[in-house]
């Protein structure tokens, strides 16, 4: 079993920047492959970023250049460095861990699940 506890949304004016966290717990950090996922009201959840456990990353198109996806090991810690904020990034931010790659992922891929923070971007 795998526990995520995610952090750091909050409410902030388009084009800012923000970090979200998330702490890991249960089972060897450094061999899971984690991922960003998101769900606006009304909307199917949808992939972000993912990063697999030896560091390679892929992102959605909507995200790319803006959102950066990283990994700290030795501290069970993921993270999502979001800069240029849209109002449509406004969502639920879910973490997630699994131990299946996809070139295209979707949140069934995952098995393990945070419980989301809530970004709203003004415009």
């Known amino acids: 079993q795998v526990q995520l506890v995610e952090s750091g949304g909050g409410l902030v004016q388009a084009g800012e920047s923000l970090r979200l966290s998330c702490v890991a717990s249960?089972?060897?950090?450094?061999?899971?492959?984690m991922a960003w996922f998101r769900q606006a009201p009304g909307k199917e959840r949808e992939f972000v970023a993912q990063?697999?456990?030896?560091?390679?990353?892929l992102y959605a198109d909507s995200v790319k250049g803006r959102f950066t996806i990283s990994r700290d090991n030795a501290n069970d810690t993921l993270y999502l460095q979001m800069n240029s904020l849209k109002p449509e990034d406004t969502a639920v931010y879910y973490c997630?861990?699994?131990?299946?790659?996809?070139?295209?992922?979707?949140?069934?891929?995952?098995?393990?699940w945070g419980q989301g923070t809530q970004l709203t971007v003004s415009s």
């Open positions: 997630a861990a699994g131990s299946i790659w996809a070139s295209r992922p979707v949140w069934t891929n995952y098995d393990y």
């Open positions: 249960g089972r060897t950090f450094s061999y899971l492959h």
């Open positions: 990063i697999h456990w030896v560091g390679n990353t």
